[in-house]
């Protein structure tokens, strides 16, 4: 090859020539009508799946969440284990658990009975229906008694 600042001429410039119609075959190889039809099909294919994909995917939409109200809540895990009582101040039971549902629902697992565990009847409550004092050192579920809660069916855990 010819340095910069000097004309190709005579054999270089068959040579160059040469070289450039490889390069060009190279890059440019004749496809197969098969090939051109498998390519093509492969492409439209994933033209047809690509909205489908698209579709699958799910935007988060981000919420802005007043981090003051919100410490103002109470810790599950502080509340777990705590004595639930009545409105005559009777003890019923314990806050054993918190479960969501799928439709985000939120129910209290109260361990009715028993003693250290053994015995015991567990019960799920809508969340809502615990009065939980102010600085949530005092769970109360009004009108329950501790024979009502037994009565009802046991909740034991799905998975």
Do not use: F, H
């Given at each position: 090859m010819a340095s910069s600042g000097t004309a190709i001429t005579g054999v270089d410039a068959r040579l160059h020539s040469r070289a450039q119609e490889k390069e060009h075959r190279l890059v440019q190889l004749p496809i197969?009508?098969?090939?051109?039809?498998?390519?093509?099909?492969?492409?439209?294919?994933?033209?047809?799946?690509?909205?489908?994909?698209?579709?699958?995917?799910?935007?988060?939409?981000?919420?802005?969440?007043?981090?003051?109200?919100?410490?103002k809540g109470f810790r599950a895990k502080k509340l777990l284990g705590s004595t639930?009582?009545?409105?005559?101040?009777?003890?019923?039971?314990?806050?054993?658990?918190?479960?969501?549902?799928?439709?985000k629902r939120i129910f209290a697992v109260v361990q009715v009975g028993g003693f250290l565990g053994l015995g015991a009847h567990l019960i799920a409550v809508p969340y809502d229906s615990l009065q939980i004092s102010d600085d949530g050192k005092k769970i109360e579920l009004p009108g329950a008694s501790r024979d009502a809660l037994t009565a009802l069916a046991e909740f034991h855990y799905g998975n």
């Open positions: 197969g009508r098969r090939t051109r039809m498998a390519l093509g099909s492969a492409i439209i294919m994933m033209a047809t799946l690509l909205p489908s994909v698209t579709a699958m995917s799910q935007a988060v939409q981000l919420v802005r969440v007043d981090v003051a109200e919100v410490a639930v009582t009545n409105d005559k101040k009777e003890s019923i039971g314990t806050l054993d658990d918190m479960i969501i549902d799928e439709r």
